[in-house]
């Protein structure tokens, strides 16, 4: 109920300030579209939240299409999507799984609509290939899981020195693999922590909740859980106090949704480091409506500026009141003049 009134008071509250951003004319009304996995998931509303904004600031209609964490439905629903507005659109895509980006990009290339990905993408499938593709973005997805295994590290009883079990994501995701190398970069500069078992949950909060089950069942001294995202993290909580272990054994997770940030403040989870979907949203629907507008020339861009990362922001119990109340339930006012401002590495 508290995540239903979150969002709720979030889309009530949403006011974006878009100064410069050109808009189409009545006569000519693009739709903006966002791709995600579900509404279910905070995370991923955001995306919707921001879109909807966006629409409304800029006087265009807006659909989200949620695959529901199904790739054939995703592809079904942007066949659609290209039917219903007859490619009168541009496209901020969070792509299922990785390999689902080359059927995408197909579909969206043949059909001549700009668009902008996140997160997923094959390392040999390159941009330049397709000439509406304008962008793929991801934040540091090592750097989150590194972030977050040593903030977890510190919460064991003797601080950098214990063992723990590792909930994953789905396998073939980029965001769930970088997080991952992220854990394993962490247990290598800290040799006396040990990771005794680790399973998939594919980012579901009940799946989460059983695997961590029958994890501790196995291994019942762990003195931390280490989790791929928060969506997951709600899951291993339950769990960790079903077991007598709420705020002995904490857990961690990306994606800053509202139940994470009460887990840090009830002490039962150590961090989560928070993607600003919304940003996401109008940032790559932003960036695709220049490019249809004729004012981003994409194969102008840098190779550096067309995969790149962003930034995102840690949050620990330090922090995790003010960085609520000051940007998580108000809408920040984001620079989409420059779609660069949050750069901080090309991807290669």
């Given at each position: 109920m508290k995540k239903t009134r979150f969002l709720v008071a979030l889309l009530a509250g949403l006011a974006v300030s878009l100064s410069g951003v050109v808009q189409s004319s009545?006569?000519?009304?693009?739709?903006?579209?966002?791709?995600?996995?579900?509404?279910?998931?905070?995370?991923?509303?955001?995306?919707?939240?921001?879109?909807?904004?966006?629409?409304?600031?800029?006087?265009?209609?807006?659909?989200?299409?949620?695959?529901?964490?199904?790739?054939?439905?995703?592809?079904?629903?942007?066949?659609?999507?290209?039917?219903?507005?007859?490619?009168?659109?541009?496209?901020?895509?969070?792509?299922?799984?990785?390999?689902d980006v080359v059927p995408i990009a197909k579909m969206l290339e043949d059909a001549g609509v700009y668009w902008v990905n996140w997160w997923n993408k094959p390392d040999d499938v390159k941009l330049q290939t397709y000439p509406h593709w304008v962008g793929h973005i991801a934040f540091d997805a090592v750097e989150q899981g590194y972030f977050n295994a040593t903030e977890l590290f510190k919460t064991f009883k003797t601080p950098n020195k214990g063992s723990i079990i590792a909930i994953q994501g789905?396998?073939?995701?980029?965001?769930?693999?970088?997080?991952?190398?992220?854990?394993?970069?962490?247990?290598?500069?800290?040799?006396?922590?040990?990771?005794?078992?680790?399973?998939?949950?594919?980012?579901?909060?009940?799946?989460?909740?059983?695997?961590?089950?029958?994890?501790?069942?196995?291994?019942?001294?762990?003195?931390?859980?280490?989790?791929?995202?928060?969506?997951?993290?709600?899951?291993?909580?339950?769990?960790?106090?079903?077991?007598?272990?709420a705020g002995k054994v904490?857990?961690?997770?990306?994606?800053?949704?509202?139940?994470?940030?009460?887990?840090?403040?009830?002490?039962?989870?150590?961090?989560?480091?928070?993607?600003?979907?919304?940003?996401?949203?109008?940032?790559?629907l932003t960036m695709a409506l220049?490019?249809?507008?004729?004012?981003?020339?994409?194969?102008?861009?840098?190779p550096e500026h067309r995969a790149f990362l962003i930034a995102g922001t840690h949050v620990t119990r330090d922090n995790v009141k003010t960085f609520v109340a000051e940007t998580v339930k108000v809408m920040p006012t984001y620079d989409l003049k420059d779609f660069y401002s949050k750069w901080v590495a090309a991807i290669k």
């Open positions: 009545a006569a000519d009304k693009t739709t903006l579209v966002v791709m995600i996995r579900g509404l279910d998931n905070p995370y991923h509303a955001n995306y919707a939240a921001g879109a909807k904004a966006l629409g409304q600031a800029l006087g265009l209609p807006v659909d989200v299409l949620s695959s529901e964490g199904n790739s054939q439905k995703q592809f079904a629903d942007l066949k659609a999507e290209i039917a219903k507005t007859g490619g009168n659109m541009v496209v901020n895509v969070d792509p299922n799984e990785a390999p789905m396998l073939s995701n980029n965001a769930a693999i970088g997080r991952f190398q992220g854990l394993q970069k962490a247990l290598k500069e800290f040799p006396d922590v040990k990771l005794v078992q680790w399973e998939a949950a594919d980012w579901d909060t009940n799946k989460a909740y059983e695997v961590t089950k029958q994890l501790l069942a196995a291994h019942p001294d762990v003195d931390g859980v280490w989790s791929a995202n928060d969506n997951m993290a709600i899951g291993i909580v339950a769990a960790l106090k079903e077991a007598g272990l904490l857990t961690c997770g990306t994606d800053g949704i509202p139940d994470a940030f009460d887990a840090i403040e009830a002490g039962s989870q150590a961090s989560t480091e928070f993607m600003d979907s919304r940003y996401q949203a109008q940032l790559g220049a490019a249809k507008d004729g004012k981003l020339d994409v194969k102008a861009i840098s």
